[in-house]
């Protein structure tokens, strides 16, 4: 297979990744702030906490108490989800920064509640339910645009 379509195969299993993501984060919550916009100033609920060094999707469900399945495995990204008493979650890690703050960029429309980390994002369906993550892991929540009228 030439290199090109390798590289387009990639780009279609990304974005269908962050689709996917946004989705079971529940589409019509909300999405990731950038700073200077308008949703800048509720992003965070809770101060922003200094992230912690990298953790692998396995880490992440582990610490959440479910078992990940994964569902994209690249040389760009790494996804899983699983599923708790508090709801359906969906994990992400990046092999640059760059990679998680495209991904941001790219789910913002959909909405959200994400738990940003370094190079890692967790998806989940409530601010609460990824207090302990934060607690344990660091990271920032963010919130996207608030959707109504559905």
Known sequence: M????K???????TLGAVLCAA??????????????SAHAAHAAHAPSTA????????????????????GIQADELRQG???T???AYRMTTFAAAQGL?????EAEPYGGVYLVGDRWVVTAPTEDALAELRERFGGRVENGAAHTGH
């Open 2 to 5: 030439p290199p090109s379509d």
């Open 7 to 13: 590289r387009r195969i990639r780009r279609a299993c």
């Open 23 to 36: 989705l079971a984060a529940g589409a019509c919550a909300t999405a990731p702030a950038r700073p200077g």
């Open 51 to 70: 992230p912690a060094a990298a953790a692998t999707v396995e880490q992440l469900a582990s610490a959440l108490g479910c078992t990940a399945e994964l």
């Open 81 to 83: 989800s699983c599923e």
């Open 85 to 87: 008493g508090q709801g």
């Open 101 to 105: 703050r495209s991904w941001l960029a």
